[in-house]
């Protein structure tokens, strides 16, 4: 999929919508604390979502749709995790002020202009990510700006919204989704900067430095999905797509340029259909059933759908031929949007298209026969699916909508990242956000005194904490950067604040050794801050030597249940003491005194090789040497 | 502009409205004083927070408060037409002829959101009841009608009469198969106690429905509890006041309470009410299924409906507490208390300092009713000394009542004009089921 694409010709705009968790004690509305857990659930409970009217007086069509197919929600809680605000059971507490507190600070960092009364918004979202059936959300601040190398990046908007229930599982025969309510309600930042992004390189600079800002903040969670990007993409005559739920941040330009090269696809395939005389009118419903052609056939789906009742329905796209296989992103066409809506509006496994065909069982000789039965022309194609009728006529018709949007380019829609950098259809484009004032919860003054005391506590800029780090720190450049770019700041920063430690030698283990233990599959997320703050605390009083640091991540990673101070003793870490040190190293040249007598200074090498195998890791590797050189050269001295 | 409706904004900021030609719902572009440009459509405020701070709902939706010395200039770039009632579907599809015929009294069920404002209005009419429950075109046909619009914790027992006749007049004139009230949850175990005693003989059920989350969130639960309480209509074998609501926190299934047994346990869970003393009469599994769970029901009756609506609101519910003085007793007789309902402790006592004051109301012919603050269980005056003394002085047992059921029956016999030994012999007559003889093992929760 190499294609060479001038941005500023095609004129590409991304708009990006940072979602960070805050790293605050206890939830949005409530005082259940903000962890993710594996262990099993203690309770569930089942419940169902009913779109509420609109304005109009109308349901919402999409929300309609998911409320017939009868889906049933089923949550998951934790006793010691969830109560009953999180169920929907208990109106939601105050708004948690820590969470405000950090979101303010992050809005003032990037000069964005509280609002003087938060008002907390009701988002209506009915796909069961939250138990209410809308997402509390509140507009912080307006406007903004970060510099992303000399460019101007505004920021149009701060939100302090809840997160939404983990989806855990789907049971689409039951009717069934399971999410788990750990991270509903866990105070998220929403930063959206303006659509002023022009390469996909650019996409991912601008989410970095915002993602640098927030972990300068000291106060937002760290870890695989605790930030998420959305992202807005459009080029000219294109339509505007948004990206949910990028969790990967060197994954945004790739997308950007996948996604900019569907539409380039898509808008191709408009040209070739119009060149062709296609007009939507020509797509028609008239779905024929060819359940009669699959008799005798060799096809294990078409044999076992007809088995059961089911048939064999096809329809002509006229004009379609060789683009339903035109390829849009690696491995995905026009076919595979075709599919998604089926799949999404029929609950479909799939369907099959002639330019695709023979193939899957299905013979030439088959092809034909259904081509002629619906008149098929040269450059015609056809869409096949063997379902239940119902199903079956439902699925063609999400088809049809879909290929009467091929003649208007690009159809706006909401799409999810996949792994590889393309992206899937996730939903249509939701109307204009429904949202009302949430009545439980007072508006809240944001004062004029307060935001002072907050700026007064900001953190320093980035530019400043390098400086520090060089100067007052000092670390190397390369660390000084690492360092200020690192998840790891804050921690960095308590540590040297706090205890008697080398600097380096704390950074060196934050970004050197925890990646090193990482890369050799060492759990190291169980090393809590707490754990590592404890470690170097115990390296400040020489209780234990710097060289025993990695042994003692790599323990506590795979036994997360052991305390810091337990594994020391496990390990025999504890560093030894000066008489100690001296008697193990007398014993080595008592023992290789003839050695010594031999090699003379040669000699030092050897035993310290000896010496250090009895004590690395307890002791200074430094002080040792130096002990030992000066044992020897004394015997030397006496010897001459 | 309105007076009432900008009523929450401070003197100043109406001036500034005033000076500048600002209305509500006008569409301003405001300058604020760091350069910030705000464009959003004007709001009244809500009763709370600062009154200087304007109100605006900006084009993505959220609202968001100005002060309104941050604001250099302001400009009216247009009006948007307030339309705080949203338009509702004129045609239903009516599949079924069994007629429910539903009341509104207010609530928490009966009300719709604004989305422009965020008011929240009543509702009721059977077009707005079929377009907010789509499901009901299957199941019934519906006839509507609002007769109060109130807050349920302004309910009063002159309201009960009304609710009570009118219920009487609809099973004579329109024969429905059951008569759904909506009602507020808060009150709506007293409603359905008096319904059970003031309508007897009921050719069909007198159905309390609530919501303990309104009906314009995508959560709510009252769908599942209008769909239950019509179901209890079409289905019920019983002619009996009840309460339908959630029966557990999923929407699995709903309980169908006996009036005179229920009672609100929760502030503001979905399965808030419970059976006291008694197990719920029916229960609805989702969507529709009707199960009978107790057969000491009073069965509909074709003999005529007996209305005997009278209710005297001079009655008092006692709640006894350590140390509580007896003259507090005696200032509610002083001012002509018609009779009392005490809620004792345990198997029915209060000190002994209360003897004195409750002597003199025994022989001022107030009748008193002994009930228990422990909520589950049955008075017993026999046991303990201080229960016999109590009967020495002329309290009456409430056997295994609920305090509010035994308030409503104490104020329905009250206003029957019966004299003091008639009330003393209907307290303990069992009218409607608001006694339950035996005390069944499984009719108390376990956690």
């Known amino acids: 999929m190499n294609m060479k694409v001038n941005y500023k ?58 409320f017939k197919k009868g889906v049933s929600y089923r949550y998951e809680g934790y006793e010691d995790g969830i109560c009953l605000v999180e169920m929907d059971e208990e109106p939601p507490h105050d708004l948690n002020r820590e969470a405000l507190e950090i979101a303010l600070m992050i809005s003032l960092m990037l000069k964005s202009m509280p609002v003087d009364e938060l008002h907390v918004m009701r988002k209506i979202v009915i796909d069961g990510s939250n138990t209410t059936g809308f997402q509390r959300t509140a507009l912080l601040a307006i406007g903004g700006e970060i510099y992303v190398e000399g460019k101007k990046i505004p920021i149009q908007t701060v939100c302090l919204e809840e997160d939404a229930a983990r989806k855990i599982d789907e049971d689409k025969k039951r009717k069934e989704v399971v999410y788990r309510l750990d991270r509903m309600s866990i105070p998220l930042i929403e930063i959206a900067t303006a659509p002023v992004i022009n390469t996909p390189e650019e996409a991912e600079r601008v989410a970095f430095k915002i993602g640098q800002l927030l972990r300068i903040s000291g106060r937002v969670k760290r870890g695989l999905g605790t930030i998420r990007q959305d992202l807005n993409v459009s080029v000219k005559n294109g339509a505007r797509i948004e990206i949910k739920g990028v969790q990967e941040l060197g994954l945004i330009s790739k997308i950007v340029e996948f996604e900019v090269v569907r539409q380039l696809k898509l808008l191709e395939i408009k040209d070739k259909l119009e060149k062709r005389g296609v007009r939507k009118e020509m797509i028609k419903n008239d779905f024929v059933d060819v359940s009669e052609i699959f008799v005798d056939t060799k096809s ?145 003054r944001i004062t004029k005194e307060f935001l002072d005391e907050l700026q007064r506590r900001l953190p320093e800029p980035p530019e400043a904490k390098y400086e520090k780090m060089i100067k007052i720190y000092k670390l190397s450049s390369e660390m000084a950067r690492k360092m200020i770019e690192s998840y790891h700041l804050d921690l960095f920063e308590r540590i040297v604040e706090k205890l008697n430690v080398t600097p380096s030698i704390v950074a060196s283990f934050l970004e050197n050794t925890l990646v090193n233990l990482r890369r050799e599959g060492f759990p190291v997320s169980n090393l809590s801050d ?89 002791v200074d590797g430094k002080l040792v040497s130096e002990l030992v050189k000066d044992k020897i050269n004394k015997i030397l001295m006496q010897g001459k | 502009m309105e007076e009432e409706k900008e009523i929450n904004y401070s003197e100043r900021v109406k001036e500034f409205f005033k000076d500048n030609r600002v209305e509500l719902y006008d569409k301003l572009k405001i300058i604020h004083r760091n350069g910030q440009v705000i464009k959003g459509v004007l709001l009244p405020r809500p009763d709370i927070g600062d009154p200087d701070v304007l109100i605006l709902k900006l084009d993505n939706g959220y609202n968001i408060g100005i002060h309104l010395d941050n604001i250099v200039s302001v400009k009216v770039l247009g009006h948007l037409e307030a339309a705080p009632l949203v338009k509702i579907r004129k045609t239903y599809k009516v599949r079924k002829k069994s007629l429910v015929y539903f009341l509104g009294t207010g609530g928490t069920i009966a009300s719709r959101i604004d989305y422009k404002t965020g008011a929240v209005y009543p509702f009721f009419t059977a077009e707005e009841i079929y377009s907010m429950f789509p499901e009901l075109e299957d199941i019934a046909f519906i006839k509507a009608e609002s007769l109060f619009s109130i807050f349920s914790e302004d309910m009063k027992p002159s309201y009960w009469s009304i609710i009570a006749e009118k219920v009487a007049d609809i099973f004579k004139k329109e024969e429905p198969k059951g008569v759904v009230i909506a009602h507020g949850t808060d009150t709506m175990g007293f409603t359905a106690a008096a319904m059970a005693f003031a309508l007897r003989r009921l050719p069909g059920p007198v159905i309390l429905v609530g919501a303990q989350r309104s009906s314009d969130r995508p959560s709510t639960d009252a769908a599942f509890n209008v769909i239950a309480a019509t179901i209890t209509a079409l289905d019920a074998p019983f002619g009996e006041s009840v309460v339908v609501m959630h029966g557990s926190t999923s929407d699995s299934y709903c309980y169908v309470h006996r009036g005179v047994k229920v009672r609100k346990c929760h502030t503001s869970r979905r399965d808030a009410f419970r059976s006291i003393n008694d197990i719920p009469l029916a229960r609805i599994d989702y969507p529709n299924s009707f199960i009978l769970l107790n057969e000491r029901y009073l069965a509909r009756s074709k003999e005529g409906i007996i209305l005997e609506n009278k209710f005297d609101p001079k009655v008092f519910l006692l709640k006894f507490y350590p140390g509580m003085p007896g003259e507090y007793l005696d200032l509610l007789i002083d001012k002509g208390v018609h009779g009392i309902v005490l809620e004792g402790t345990g198997l029915g006592h209060v000190s002994e300092n209360l003897l004195k004051p409750l002597k003199r109301a025994y022989d001022e012919k107030i009748p008193v009713v002994m009930t228990s603050q422990c909520i589950w269980g049955r008075i017993n005056m026999n046991v303990y000394r201080r229960g016999r003394e109590l009967l020495k002085v002329g309290v009456i047992s409430g056997e295994d009542m609920v305090p509010e059921t035994a308030l409503v029956k104490l104020s329905w016999l009250l206003g029957k004009n019966l004299d003091y030994k008639e009330i003393r012999e209907a307290i303990h007559a069992n009218i409607v089921n608001e006694i339950n003889p035996r005390s069944e093992h499984r009719s108390y929760p376990s956690l």
Not at chain 1, 533 to 540: K, P
Not at chain 1, 588 to 598: D, G, P, Q, V
């Open chain 1, 9 to 66: 010709e095609i004129g590409l705009m991304v708009g990006l919508e940072i979602h960070q968790m805050l790293n605050t004690k206890s939830k949005l509305f409530c005082e259940c604390p903000t962890l993710l857990r594996t262990d099993n659930p203690h309770f569930h409970f089942l419940r169902k979502l009913r779109p509420t009217r609109s304005e109009l007086g109308e349901m919402d069509p999409a929300a309609l749709f998911e």
């Open chain 1, 300 to 444: 294990k789906i078409a044999r076992r759908v007809l088995s059961r009742g089911g048939i064999a329905l096809a329809v002509k796209l006229p004009g379609f031929a060789g683009l339903i296989g035109y390829e849009l992103q690696s491995g995905r066409r026009l076919g595979t949007e075709f599919s998604d809506r089926a799949k999404y509006w029929a609950d479909v496994g799939g369907i099959f298209h002639s330019d695709e065909l023979p193939s899957y069982g299905i013979t030439l000789d088959v092809v034909n026969k259904i081509k002629q039965r619906l008149n098929c022309d040269v450059n015609d194609a056809f869409v096949l699916i063997f379902e239940e009728k119902e199903k079956a006529v439902k699925a063609l018709n999400a088809v049809i909508e879909r290929a009467k949007e091929a003649l208007d380019g690009v159809p706006e829609e909401t799409r999810g990242a996949n792994p590889d950098g393309t992206t899937h259809f996730l939903r249509p484009m939701p109307g204009k956000a429904r949202m009302y004032p949430e009545t439980d919860i007072k508006p809240i």
């Open chain 1, 530 to 618: 707490e754990k590592i703050f404890l470690m170097f605390e115990l390296l400040s009083r020489n209780i234990i030597a710097k060289e025993a640091l990695p042994t003692l991540a790599e323990y506590l990673s795979k036994n997360p249940g052991v305390p810091v101070d337990k594994a020391v003793e496990e390990l025999g870490l504890r560093t030894l003491g000066m008489e100690e040190v001296n008697s193990i190293i007398d014993k080595a040249i008592k023992n290789n005194i003839s050695l010594i007598r031999e090699r003379g200074e040669r000699a030092i090498g050897p035993i310290m090789g000896i010496v250090m195998r009895e004590v690395r890791g307890k």
